[in-house]
């Protein structure tokens, strides 16, 4: 695909269950990132992979929240245990190197979590 | 991503006008910018983006202004439309914090036709 995407668009699940968001990044870039975007607020942080060094794992607010990158591609992002708090929606960005002086992130359309 | 932000500041011009949205940063060491423009349920989207070595960026009917002194940045949109219509966020990036983009608030920006 041209563009990020992320699946599901929406997730409803129950308070204590465990949920997985997926991201495909654009072909060929090497940094990939999480965001949690609340109602009425901007982006927060969560997590960021570029290219195989261990990740910045510094915006995780719990650790029922972790994340992978799978052959420097593929991110699923995974929630333990959910809590309504953690209704949001959940962004993901990536980029070509940004080491190199400019950092365009591009986003995926986002999923939609709801935790009853 | 969701755009619906009841408490967010809000900027209301009529189709036609100039728009300016502000931005304001705090940290001397941010040395990338970037505006991103978020439609109701949709990503953010790179609108446009400006290295701290400049102070005036133009895009198609977009400008963007830095002003290092005051820490302020501007997005004008010339000629709005109402397809501008959308949540507008200002990004920095902080030479001391890796590649890292630390996201603004964002503005509501209404256009009435």
Redo the contacts between chains.
């Keep these: 695909g041209a563009g ?1 995407s992320q699946s599901p668009s929406n997730k409803v699940t129950e308070k204590g269950k465990d949920v997985e968001l997926r991201c495909d990044p654009i072909s060929g870039h090497t ?1 990939l990132y999480w ?1 949690r ?7 927060e ?1 969560l997590i ?1 992979f ?1 290219g195989n060094s261990a990740p ?1 794992k510094s915006g995780l607010p719990s650790d029922r929240f972790s994340a992978e990158r799978t052959g420097g591609s593929v991110s699923t992002l995974t929630i333990q245990r959910t809590q309504q708090e953690d209704s ?2 959940y ?1 993901c ?1 990536s980029s070509s190197d ?2 190199g ?10 999923t ?1 979590l709801s935790v009853l | 991503g969701e755009s619906v932000g009841l408490h967010l500041p809000t900027l209301s011009v009529q189709e036609g006008d100039n728009s300016i949205i502000n931005c304001a940063y705090s940290n001397s060491a941010s040395d990338y910018f970037i505006w991103y423009k978020q439609e109701s349920g949709k990503g953010p989207q790179f609108i446009i983006d400006i290295r701290s070595n400049m102070d005036k960026r133009q895009g198609q009917r977009v400008t963007v202004l830095l002003n290092k002194t005051v820490k302020h940045l501007s997005l004008q949109i010339a000629a709005t439309q109402p397809g501008d219509s959308a949540v507008y966020f200002c990004a920095e990036r902080r030479r001391n914090a890796g590649n890292m983009l630390t996201f603004g608030g964002g503005t509501r920006l209404m256009v009435k036709p």
């Design positions: 990020v940094a965001y975007q609340s109602l009425g607020q901007g982006l942080f960021y570029q910045d949001a929606v962004l960005a940004p080491r002086g400019k950092n365009i992130q591009y986003f995926g359309a986002g939609r």
